[in-house]
């Protein structure tokens, strides 16, 4: 039988290579994203994939599917699950807004927004999809290696993607037999950089990390989504956070 996953910020990075791997596992996959223009870029980027997700139609019963949701907006959650039925599995790979810095600089309205849009939100996303969950289905978070190795100016990242990575044993116990699990990237090369460097030192930026990381090189999104995949696919996996890093947490 064909599983039915939600990829809620499916439209980008991470989110994105995970929607194209289930989708090429055979998965049914709902993207869900905030922006409609960018949601329906990435909808027709994955239905002109080839294998499993190609096909001409974006109706609900298609592989593909986007809708339109935030999850700062807890109404368009219930809006969305409700109309999408019964999902054997949720994956939230919405990075959040972000709140790089040292805490002495931090603005702290910056980072409750930050807490409030990642940990406060996938709370939310959790709770709009439990009625819908399938009891044998499938909760993964993603979190950010900030939580698991020190490193100055991720004060605020670092706290609100520990927050995010607390959650999971205990929801393994409260949501069993539902499974729950997290995966902490490393530093992986998606637009999120966008937002914390200028454009023209990203490059700079990320290569400084190849020496110090064991693999020798920074992550790709379908680094992260190989194992997002996995402990979809995975039923004897709960409570668990995977560091998906190349090692960089080893030398940190």
Do not use: Y
């Amino acid at each position: 039988m064909t599983q039915h996953t939600v990829v809620i910020g499916g439209t980008a990075g991470i989110g994105l290579a995970t929607a194209r791997q289930l989708a090429s596992e055979g998965h049914r996959v709902t993207v869900v994203g905030r922006d409609p223009e960018r949601l329906k870029q990435a909808v027709a980027e994955l239905i002109n994939a080839p294998g499993p997700t190609s096909t001409p139609s974006h109706s609900p019963s298609s592989a593909v599917d986007g809708r339109v949701a935030s999850m700062t907006d807890r109404d368009s959650l219930d809006t969305l699950f409700a109309e999408l039925g019964a999902v054997d599995h949720l994956v939230v790979t919405a990075p959040g807004t972000g709140c790089p810095g040292t805490l002495a600089e931090m603005n702290l309205e910056t980072l409750e927004e930050a807490f409030g849009t990642k940990f406060v939100g996938t709370a939310h996303a959790i709770q709009a999809a439990l009625p819908h969950l399938a009891a044998n289905g499938s909760i993964t978070l993603v979190s950010a290696g900030s939580a698991q190795a020190p490193m100055p100016g991720t004060a605020g990242l670092a706290a609100i993607n520990g927050a995010v990575e607390v959650l999971v044993p205990t929801l393994a116990l409260e949501l069993a037999p539902i499974r729950v699990n997290c995966v902490a990237p490393g530093v992986v090369d998606t637009d999120w950089w966008d937002r914390v460097v200028p454009v023209e030192q990203r490059a700079q930026v990320l290569a400084g990390f190849n020496s110090r990381t064991p693999v020798g090189r920074v992550g790709k999104a379908e680094d992260i989504a190989d194992v997002i995949a996995m402990l979809v696919r995975n039923g004897f996996m709960t409570g668990t956070v995977i560091p998906v890093d190349g090692g960089l947490r080893l030398k940190a």
